[in-house]
């Protein structure tokens, strides 16, 4: 969407002396291209590539059933597996006439085009066809192309096997299969972008491997081995590419951050490849903040969303990937969205969400692809079907900047994001407490076991981060005492909440307001009635600011480690748990109300 000048545009062509690898404009597009896209840096690759969207649920539905199986020679059957219609060219221009111009193809080359399971990494012929073929109707219709390996079934936890043959074919077959599609692809020019993983690069390296080579995964990775291995895997990519001649020597290539998530691959133990090529990598993350509005699965049950917090965080959590883009890196989101529930049904203010993601994206150097499975853009009808999220689209594609240079892009794209930042309300939530600014709330941070119902969850207390129909009773703490803090669910479309996968009480600036002090439970009841803990709560904070004590924390599961940072208000640190509660008791199905009381002292 960041349109480089034509001045630079021509001088880069005219220094190039229009290489070997000269490319020509592609078909069906008034973009003014330079002739030999491999003579850009990828930070100016990625301005040409401007909006992008996802065909996703298409080339990697697959049938979870039978993962590293292929099950049938037929790439249409996996194609439409999901839901999604058969790809057309007629689809492609209709994509690029709704503002985008790029596409992002998510490939299950080992579910569906391999059997893995048996040992064989060959990719079908048939089914690298037809990716070529969607590949060829996009770069037709003006599209750049970014092809990846995308989720596939799960097959990258054999990378943390504990079966050193099962670790060896994983690296084995991920050179293997990308060797493959590089061979098949080296005359494709500088439009087609290969991106080396999606977010199974991290966490995902060492889950259980059984359905593709018989063997269990145990033993789990350290967070620093993961890191490690995602570079190993990343370096691996780069130097397969390479070695493959053509195109590839040259091509710009995306590389997938740790988990994709901004955060984990801001850390400095996420490292970028090294290259043959100069300025050609790019690297890939995703961004779907706040997850309780962005990926509810309904507009009924998303968290609110607008308010001047919202914008704020928007801007800081994407303003970390400068982090990249000083260092000579494009970067491309590969994924976002306010997604539409599963019953179609667009969130409220999603098309201010949009724009203020896009405006922001244009104020920091960044493109993006829009995740879609015909939520936004109606393949079936061949337009984005909500106007005035079709309005977001409409007039920001790349060819609407020609002849504006990059600085005037940034700093319209950040006049735009201030000015709606500014008009945004102060708090959307009528549930909440108005206090001064670094005062003390508590609260109890809720996420359900479905993630259908969500409450403020973080170190930050953000009560418009609700879902519809939750009442929150917070407290507003002023000393030591007694206090009591409640979620009722009745009001939700379900009139409950299904479990919980983590649920905490949080109690804002404790640690500056209330340095030493500890929580103690007293009293949790579900349903009205009191419920046994499963072991002592204690007390901690994992940044300083906000004191919080685990109700029930799945992530933690070292307790030796944990209680060098513990405090308890009476006793020793015998018996305590991250776990209080037990997601799979009877009285936590249906969660219609959850109330707890507890002291707030320091220790004496």
């Not at 539409?340 to 999603?350: E, F, I, L, Q, R």
């Not at 685990?550 to 070292?558: A, E, G, H, P, S």
Request: net charge negative; with cysteine; aromatic share 10%.
């Amino acid at each position: 969407m960041k349109k480089i000048t034509c001045i630079l545009a021509a001088a880069v062509m005219l220094l190039c002396g229009m290489t070997a690898l000269a490319e020509t404009a592609p078909a069906g597009t008034d973009n003014q291209l330079p002739a030999d896209l491999t003579a850009l840096t990828a930070v100016e690759m990625t301005r040409l590539m401007g909006n992008g969207i996802n065909l996703g649920n298409t080339m990697e539905a697959c049938d979870n059933s039978n993962r590293g199986g292929n099950t049938t020679d037929d790439p249409g059957h996996y194609e439409t597996l999901w839901g999604q219609p058969v790809t057309s060219g007629e689809m492609l221009r209709a994509m690029k006439a709704a503002g985008f111009d790029t596409i992002r193809i998510p490939v299950a080359w080992m579910t569906n085009a391999t059997h893995l399971n048996k040992g064989d990494y060959t990719i079908s012929a048939k089914y690298i066809s037809r990716v070529e073929e969607i590949v060829n109707y996009a770069l037709d219709a003006g599209l750049f192309v970014i092809v990846n390996d995308h989720w596939d079934g799960g097959w990258w936890g054999m990378f943390g096997s504990d079966t050193e043959s099962t670790r060896s074919l994983a690296m084995e077959a991920y050179t293997g299969m990308w060797k493959q599609i590089a061979e098949h692809f080296a005359d494709y020019d500088a439009r087609l972008i290969f991106e080396s993983a999606n977010e199974e690069l991290g966490d995902s390296l060492d889950q259980n491997s059984a359905l593709y080579c018989q063997d269990s995964t145990t033993h789990k990775l350290t967070a620093n081995e993961r890191y490690e291995l995602a570079n190993l895997i990343n370096q691996s990519f780069v130097d397969t590419v390479r070695a493959c001649g053509g195109h590839n020597t040259e091509r710009f290539l995306l590389i997938a951050g740790y988990n994709t998530n901004i955060d984990y691959t801001f850390d400095n133990r996420f490292k970028m490849p090294k290259d043959t090529a100069e300025n050609k990598l790019m690297v890939s993350v995703h961004y779907y903040d706040p997850w309780s509005y962005c990926g509810a699965s309904s507009a009924k049950g998303a968290s609110l969303w607008g308010n001047q917090k919202d914008f704020a965080g928007m801007y800081a959590t994407l303003s970390k990937l400068k982090k990249f883009t000083a260092a000579g890196y494009g970067v491309v989101i590969g994924e976002y969205g306010a997604l539409p529930g599963s019953d179609g049904v667009m969130k409220k203010n999603a098309p201010a969400y949009h724009k203020a993601f896009l405006d922001c994206c244009d104020a920091l150097d960044l493109t993006s692809c829009l995740w879609d499975c015909s939520g936004f853009f109606i393949r079936r009808e061949l337009k984005i079907a909500e106007e005035e999220m079709a309005a977001v689209y409409s007039g920001r594609n790349a060819a609407s900047e020609t002849g504006k240079d990059y600085a005037e892009i940034a700093a319209a794209g950040k006049a735009a994001f201030d000015a709606a930042a500014e008009a945004a309300p102060e708090t959307l939530s009528e549930y909440a407490l108005q206090v001064a600014e670094g005062d003390s709330v508590a609260w109890i941070m809720f996420s359900g076991g479905d993630w259908g119902a969500s409450y403020s969850v973080g170190d930050v207390y953000t009560p418009d981060s609700i879902t519809a129909g939750i009442v929150p009773t917070d407290a507003e703490i002023k000393g030591p005492g007694t206090y009591t803090v409640a979620l009722d669910f009745t009001g939700m479309e379900a009139g409950f909440a299904n479990s919980t996968a983590f649920c905490a009480i949080g109690i804002s600036n404790g640690e500056i307001n209330f340095p030493g002090y500890c929580i103690m439970i007293t009293s949790l009841k579900v349903n009205g009635e009191n419920v046994k803990l499963n072991g002592r709560n204690y007390t901690c904070s994992d940044n300083g600011i906000c004191t919080r004590t685990n109700l029930y924390n799945q992530w933690v599961t070292d307790m030796v480690s944990e209680r060098e940072r513990a405090r308890v208000l009476v006793g020793d640190f015998t018996g305590i748990s991250s776990m209080l509660l037990d997601p799979e008791a009877p009285e936590m199905q249906k969660i219609r109300t959850l109330e707890v009381t507890f002291r707030y002292d320091l220790r004496k």
